[in-house]
């Protein structure tokens, strides 16, 4: 944990981190390595890899750790959950004007990755309490006991039917990556932000409020959201007080009076020319929905769902 929070104080873009799977003819995957560590493992297919040979279904299929001696089964869904948050709230710095305003208070990114995990159960929005449980439930239903029982399941006819159209066997941070980014992204916001909130107001700190508002809106804004392609592709205004481009621009000043807008502006968020191409593209290959969706992003970069800001006269 301490080391990916390390990659986040640096401000690299994009990482990932796989589960711990069991390669063949590894020391890891002896016997005498299973028993040393006490792992407990599942099998479970490995996405879109899949085909038919000489009239006979084949998948791939990959055991991975599931539980040690020092990590339960509960620990290793809870890790799997973090990667999700990792995935939507660092992955693409999308929320790093909220970060940096927090370490302006002196608020570390490790606080509110904790409130963020540990608000999820408690949170009122029901998007953001079902993605995450639906998230767990699929994590849950994606292991078997054994190579042959995951096998067999995905070769029958309906199964594997299933699994070349997407219906079954993804990536599923992809999927729920997707749900949240798309389909979502106004709840991740909120959440994002009222986290952030309840960590300014445990330290009692004299917070901006406006200000922290602002970037909301601006966070709100900022990415190519939506259930149809239309909705994805529009532009949106909307009212602000403060300028954050250019406070973002300008590195994060903690003089935030030097970005206040007399009487406030309305700004334009809309995707440039080249972005909207791309996601247009990408969306007209793969469809809008989630099974699409889940596709599309893993071949677009994270910037092109990002939308230009342009202030625009009252």
């Known amino acids: 944990m301490e080391d990916i929070l390390g990659i986040c104080r640096m401000d690299i873009k994009q990482f990932t981190n796989y589960q711990c799977m069991l390669l063949k003819g590894s020391e890891m995957e002896t016997n005498e390595s299973r028993k040393t560590f006490s792992f407990n493992t599942y099998f479970r297919v ?4 899949f085909g038919v040979y000489s009239d006979e279904r084949i998948v791939e299929v990959e055991e ?8 339960s089964f509960e620990e290793y869904l809870n890790s799997r959950r973090l990667h999700l948050i990792f995935i939507i709230y660092y992955n693409g710095l999308r929320f790093k004007p909220l970060i940096k305003f927090l370490s302006i208070y002196k608020i570390d990114i490790e606080e509110w990755f904790d409130k963020l995990l540990l608000n999820i159960d408690f949170s009122d929005d029901l998007k953001i309490t079902s993605l995450f449980s639906d998230f767990i439930m699929e994590t849950r239903e994606e292991l078997f006991d054994s ?6 399941f995905y070769t029958k006819e309906d199964n594997f039917n299933d699994f070349i159209n997407g219906k079954i066997g993804g990536n599923l941070l992809m999927k729920y990556f997707s749900i949240a980014t ?9 959440h994002a932000v009222e986290c952030a909130i309840s960590l300014l107001k445990e330290r009692n700190a004299n917070y901006h409020k406006e200000f922290i508002n602002n970037i ?4 709100d804004s900022l990415l190519a959201s939506g259930r149809k392609s239309d909705e994805i592709l529009s532009s949106n205004c909307v009212h602000m007080i403060y300028d954050i481009a250019k406070w973002i621009d300008d590195e994060f000043n903690c003089i935030f009076e030097e970005y206040k807008l007399p009487n406030g502006v309305y ?12 996601l247009k593209g990408a969306i007209d290959v793969y469809g809008d929905d989630i099974i699409g969706l889940s596709k599309l992003v893993t071949r677009v970069q994270y910037s092109d769902q990002i939308m230009e800001c342009r202030l625009i006269d009252s």
């Open 147 to 152: 190579k042959d029982e995951c096998f067999d």
């Open 46 to 49: 490995l996405p879109r890899s």
């Open 182 to 190: 798309f389909y979502s992204w106004k709840s991740i916001v909120n």
């Open 64 to 71: 991975v750790i599931t539980s040690t001696s020092t990590l």
């Open 267 to 278: 700004a334009e968020f809309s995707l440039s020319k080249n972005n909207l191409e791309i």
């Open 216 to 219: 909301h809106i601006y966070m």
